[in-house]
C-alpha cells in the first residue's frame, strides 16, 4: 500500500507526515508506521475498536501531537462498525 499524506498543526507549527498502512501487522510490528521529512518518528496499532494507540515514539514526539496524529488516521479510515452512532447524531 502507499503511504499518504496528513499535515497536523500543533503549538502554532504545520507538521507534515507521510503514513504507511501495514496490513500483516502480527502484534510485533506495528499496523501504521509515521514519517517526517522520510525519518520514521512513530507508529500506531489499532485496539480492537480500531481506535489507535501509540506504539511506538523513537522521535520521542508530543503524545498530544501523535493523539492528533493519530485521530487524523482515524478519520482516514473510517470505522466502519460505528454507522449507527453516526447516524443517531443525524
Known amino acids: 500500500m502507499d503511504n499518504y499524506p496528513i499535515d497536523v498543526k500543533f503549538n502554532d507549527k504545520q507538521h507534515h507526515f507521510e503514513v504507511g498502512e501495514y496490513l500483516h501487522h502480527d502484534g ?11 525519518k520514521f518518528v512513530a507508529s500506531f496499532e489499532p485496539d ?9 515514539n523513537p522521535a520521542g514526539l508530543n503524545e498530544e501531537l501523535l493523539y492528533l496524529l493519530a485521530g487524523e488516521i482515524e478519520t482516514h479510515h473510517p470505522h466502519g462498525n460505528n454507522d449507527h452512532i453516526r447516524k443517531q447524531k443525524l
Open 28 to 38: 510485533i510490528r506495528c499496523k501504521y508506521r509515521v514519517f517526517e521529512g522520510g
Open 48 to 56: 480492537p475498536h480500531h481506535y489507535l494507540h501509540i506504539c511506538q
